[in-house]
């Protein structure tokens, strides 16, 4: 990846992936949460992303990802078309992006966070260096929030370290549906040692994808009850992440785990995305925090795969757990082992000639 040739402007990032509490689930206007949301990053899944400007060229967008070109591509020159309305300098140039995904595509981790995400980074950096303005300021990662949130609702929350809330909710003034904001401050050390254990029960493609699971709530019987349950269980969340209640978090994280699939299941049409081996990896987390008395818990996306949460003093005994009973119901015996991480990293300083203010007459 490199960016030396003359007009050739290159950011690169990382961003993780993050796995939502509270979920979204359905949407109103363009890209905007029916409900607020709460997560928190990944560690461990990530993508990698660079973007390098080109005056030449006739191709809007070559998208790479693992290194072969990829159809992809379509969806980001569309994704830019629309972004281009804030950033017009975008018209002015061809796009030569590289991408890179620390986990397998087929894993169940929502790859379209981490990749709008490091692409949103990469946007706005280039724009706010261009234009002089700070890039480590609060107003940066605001933007860079809403510019990922274009791309896919949910990446919004993936530009924060530790746990985001996106969505206007009574418990923030500064919440908003346009982006996330981050929970950085208060939350009590004991969900700094946050695991998640993601058992993969099968890794095939969704049967049913984002856009259109978030149209089932448009028509849904359940929308406004739904809608009313998730602003009581980010309240309720909210607290046990400051007081530290464990059991406060595992009962709010279990219900709107079930609570996502319970609105799939009784949508028109209907989908029931959980598999023989999800309830039984559910039943036996269940059984085990009941005889253990530990702390674990599950959250679930719009697929069959299971994240076990757990905390990091209880480390060793649930890994035993997971080679002991759990691994028998993933598929090939696959798991994934990532905890809460520290958010999203700038690779590198690589704006070779771009103009440090925007006084001077840049190449934009
Ligand atoms: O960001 P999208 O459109 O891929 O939707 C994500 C929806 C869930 O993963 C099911 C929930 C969430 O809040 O991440």
Known sequence: MTGTAKHAHLSQWKCPSNIALVKYWGKRDFQKPMNPSLSFVLR??????SVELHKNGDQKVTYYFEGA????????????????????????????????????HSAGIASSASSFGALALCLTELDFVHSG??????????????????????ACRSVYSGFSIWGQTQLFESSSDEHAITLSDGVNP????????????????????SSVGHRLMDEHHYQRSR????????????????????????AVVENEALSLHAMMMTSNPSFLLLKPNSLELINRI??????????????????PNIHMLYFQENELDVKAFIERELLAFCENGKWIDDRIGSGPERLSDGLMDWPSTSSGAGPI
């Open 286 to 303: 269940r059984r085990f925090r009941e005889k253990s008395q530990i702390p674990v818990c599950f959250t679930i996306d719009a697929g």
């Open 44 to 49: 461990n899944a990530f993508t990698e992303t």
């Open 133 to 154: 303005k700070e890039t480590d300021s609060p107003e940066f990662w605001q933007k860079a929030s809403e510019l990922a949130r274009m791309g896919s609702g949910s």
């Open 69 to 104: 070109e990829s159809p992809f591509g379509e969806r980001i020159e569309k994704y830019l078309n629309h972004v281009s309305g804030q950033f017009t300098w975008i018209n002015k140039y061809n796009f030569r992006i590289h991408s890179h995904n620390s986990f397998p």
């Open 227 to 250: 809608i009313a349950q998730a602003h009581e269980n980010i309240n309720e969340l909210y607290l046990a992440l400051l007081t530290g209640d464990q059991e406060k978090f595992i």
């Open 190 to 209: 004991v969900f700094s040692g946050l695991r998640d254990a993601i058992l993969m029960v099968d890794s095939g493609t969704k049967e049913v994808s």
